[in-house]
């Protein structure tokens, strides 16, 4: 027995003798029946509509995360030297969070959950605790990216605007 399937979604299968196209009644639309063949042109247009819009999602995002991630990375960097510097007891905080998942050792960078958490509840500098939303922001925005998700223009434009103002 052949059925036609596409996203999940039976498109199309072939009826017994005096059977009707009943697999497509849940779903409004025409059916067109052919020989022993039903077909629900709503559930084609709609299938190929979400496997087109998947397939345009992940091309958005294969390019976000070509170009954001390395920009993160940086900035990720550029945070951790920057506590090293402003604050004494960041490399010994960043040393003991990070040596539970294997980083630590002395390494200057830390993971952003970590360096979010420091700017939170360790840091009393007040220059340094309103980088918190900010590091918050890139957090979620890399774990989208990590998570395949693509990212809207705000935090595609967020990122690059704090790539940018680092570099200066």
Known sequence: MLILELGGR?????????QT???????PGVSIVLGSWALNLDRVQASLEELARQAVDHRVW????????PMIDQIRIALSELLTRRDPSWPEYRDKREARFGGGD??????LWTIESFLEDHTFDP???RLGPTVEAIRLIRNSLAHYRPVEWAGFEKVCKIYTSMRR
């Not at 039976?10 to 005096?18: C, E, H, I, K, N």
């Not at 002395?106 to 993971?111: C, Q």
Request: glycine residues 16%.
């Open 10 to 18: 039976r498109l199309a299968g072939p009826l017994t003798a005096g």
């Open 21 to 27: 196209s009943d697999f497509c009644a849940d779903t």
């Open 62 to 69: 294969r390019g976000q995360a070509a170009v954001l991630l």
């Open 106 to 111: 002395g390494k200057t960078a830390a993971e």
């Open 127 to 129: 220059g340094l605790r």
